[in-house]
């Protein structure tokens, strides 16, 4: 309804306007208009009823129930993200990965990418190279932890004498858990301090 509306008042204000440019009315013509109607207050008067017209159009227009609002769209929610170092806790927490023969796979993934996390840190702090951060992993001299150090010297994680692993499992620390934790607070010192330089 308020389209129709619109258009049919857009329309005629256009075939007004459109007569306005385009006759030319004689200079005479607005005193033969007020004789022809015998009163110049009636002409003001037809002139303001249009106006009103018009007025009362666009007021219906405008009412609330005519009126079209957009929607506002829903609200963003906040995308929820694990806790860094949440994934390394839990590979840690497991069982299986601190079973001596068990989990030798388990402890070699979590090792290169110890490995992998340490090259990246040390190519950030340090400005080199990936080759030249290898190397600084293969000497031992990335960090002052002799044992984050040897953990992380070769390849594949050391491998301590079977006796050695069995007694920190049964005393409640796995060797390895406790090789990894080192290792990564080590990583952790190193990148803080070269974040502070």
């Keep these: 309804m308020r389209d129709s509306l619109t258009r049919l008042v857009g329309a005629a204000g256009l075939v007004a306007l459109v007569v306005a440019l385009t006759t030319v009315l004689p200079a005479d013509a607005l005193d033969d208009a007020i004789a022809a109607v015998g009163n110049d207050y ?41 806790p860094l170092g949440d994934e390394f806790d839990e590979s840690l927490a497991t069982t299986r990965i601190h079973v001596p023969v068990v989990g030798r796979a388990a402890r070699r993934r979590l090792h290169a990418d110890l490995r992998d996390v340490a090259i990246r840190t040390l190519c950030r702090v340090d400005h080199c190279s990936r080759a030249e951060a290898l190397a600084h992993l ?56 070269g974040g502070e330089s």
């Design 42 to 82: 009636l002409v003001v008067a037809v002139v303001a009823g249009l106006g009103l017209l018009a007025a009362i159009g666009r007021f219906y227009a405008g009412r609330t129930s005519t009126i079209q609002q957009a929607t506002m769209p829903d609200p963003e929610r906040p995308v929820t993200v694990r």
């Design 138 to 193: 293969e000497r031992g001299d990335w960090t002052t932890d002799d044992d984050a150090a040897t953990f992380l010297r070769t390849d594949r994680p050391p491998q301590p004498p079977l006796t050695t692993e069995l007694a920190a499992l049964l005393r409640g620390d796995p060797w390895f858990r406790m090789q990894a934790s080192r290792t990564m607070e080590a990583l952790l010192v190193v990148s803080n301090a």
